[in-house]
């Protein structure tokens, strides 16, 4: 069998950044313009978010499969039964449903960031819940 198709390469410089508000957020983490693809029903989106001290997300869950690669700092991701301490080179992976959270400490002292890799159906919806 012969697979075809278009390689897509995209270069995304760290200074290509903008504040992120969207409602899963607490505070504005910096977000890249990211990169989206589709096929046999299933979207796939990746994108590198920076967390200033302070900032995380509220716990939310994916209809997918949600993979996180830390690329620089130190940060924080939890579930409802763990917190864990994370940090450049580590790779989460978030089950469908699974309700998480991901940023930094309030007293953390620098950025943290990593490259989300998302996973799922075209009619995933994203449910958000409170702060952690």
């Not at 899963?24 to 990169?35: C, H, N, T």
């Not at 991901?102 to 960031?113: K, L, N, P, V």
Request: proline fraction near 5%; charged fraction near 25%; charge should be negative.
């Amino acid at each position: 069998m012969t697979v075809t198709g278009t390689m897509d390469v995209t270069n995304l410089p760290s200074a290509d950044r903008n504040e992120t508000d969207h409602p899963v957020q607490i505070g504005s983490p910096l977000l890249s313009a990211g990169v989206e693809s589709t096929f046999d029903g299933v979207t796939v989106r990746s994108a590198e978010v920076t967390f200033r001290p302070g900032e995380r997300t509220k716990f939310h869950a994916h209809a997918g499969v949600q993979i996180l690669y830390v690329t620089d700092g130190v940060g924080i991701v939890g579930n409802r039964d763990e917190e864990r301490e994370v940090s450049e080179g580590d790779l989460i992976v978030f089950e469908p449903g699974e309700e998480h959270w991901h940023g930094t400490a309030e007293d953390a002292d620098s950025e943290f960031s990593h490259v989300y890799f998302l996973a799922e159906s075209d009619d995933g919806e994203l449910t958000i819940q409170e702060a952690p």
